[in-house]
């Protein structure tokens, strides 16, 4: 769920996700990773390697969250708003334990945008992340981490399922191949291979009859 300008409605309570590889150290420039409104909108960015949350023009509304993202390790930023309090989880394969910060008298809301920046600031193609972005989620309401899992494993499985698909080999009939498609000549042609010993014919002299099959039954 994106917030776009076709929904009118203003957030004033949410839970925002993503999963994220940082590959490059950031940089002394934003990096952002998920934007709306770039100035006076509601952005998720790198400033060096700390993770901010707000509008980068307003420091009123802008929160420094204290946690950073380890190099080269997949994160999952899980961020929860509600009655002026803002909670920060960054989970990360380089830390043992989540990183955990909670904010409160936080004043912050995702407006709609006709523009949204996804791995750059929203009106600019500058301020770019350097890194991946596997997902990102904005939700209307609170979610507990159960129900973000879920929201997890929905996209893993149909990441998973859409790398099944391109790697299937299909026949040049179109037809897909039940196994390992061979690229290779076919049947009569210079560098095929031996088919199986029960697909060749028998010859006339080798063909069972009636009374032999008795014979040797």
Known sequence: YLLNSNNKKTLRTFTFIASVTLSEAPSS???????????????V????????????????????????????DKTLIYVTYNMNILKVF????????????????????????EVIGIGRASETERFNFNGKIGYI??????????????????VESMKYTAKEEADKEI??????????????????????????????????DEVPTPSSYNENN
Do not use: W
Not at 178 to 191: A, F, L, M, N, R
């Open 29 to 43: 420039e934003k990096s952002f990773i998920y934007s709306t409104n770039s100035c006076g909108g509601f952005n």
């Open 45 to 72: 960015y790198m400033e060096e390697n700390t993770l901010i949350i707000g509008d980068p023009c307003n420091t009123s509304r802008k929160v420094n969250t204290e946690l950073s993202i380890g190099l080269n």
């Open 90 to 113: 960054v989970l990360s394969e380089g830390y043992a334990q989540p990183l955990i910060n909670s904010f409160e008298d936080i004043v912050m809301s995702i407006e709609p945008s």
């Open 137 to 154: 989620g904005v939700f209307d309401s609170l979610l507990k981490f159960d129900k973000v899992k879920l929201f997890i494993d929905d």
């Open 171 to 204: 026949t040049k009939d179109n037809r897909e191949c039940v196994s390992k498609c061979i690229g290779g000549p076919t049947p009569e042609q210079d560098g095929t291979l031996e088919p199986p010993r029960e697909s060749i014919p028998d010859t006339e």
